[in-house]
């Protein structure tokens, strides 16, 4: 089974779901949030909570999701590794290309498997050898990369002191 997310954006991903109606080899799960297409080969839902999320994660041979943080480290703890396919701001799918940079960096630690041209997709899931989770260190340098990244976009966090006043 191919399991495919979305994520939660208000904005529609239907160019990755275009592509999700050429998978025929195997049975189709689709997370579609507020995308209009629906794959007529996948048992499709608008939306699903975080329990079935990771059940559908673990069940999938393969996961295909956007480039959403808390989907990719979801996907990850669910025992995969996932496929991402980035929402760009040139198709209307984001506000930004925020997808594209971290999906390349996660590419690049071997945390995912980055599909740029979403034409490739149904042949990288019908070639897609078995990919074990990675290694705790692989994890501490995603982590390291979300920290950095998180600070360049919102600006070092400020120290919080939990001491109280006496006075």
Known sequence: MIFVTVGSSRIPFDR??????????EQVVVQHGASRVRPANAECYEFVDHEQFVELARAARAVVT???VGSLLTVREAGRRPIVVPRRKASGEAVDDHQVSFARRADELGLATLVEDVDLLPSIIVNLPQLSVDSAGRRRALESTLRSYIQQVAGP???????????
């Open 66 to 68: 956007h480039a959403g």
């Open 16 to 25: 990755l779901l275009r592509a999700v109606e050429k998978i025929t080899t």
């Open 157 to 167: 966090q400020p120290v919080v002191s939990t001491a109280r006043s006496l006075v």
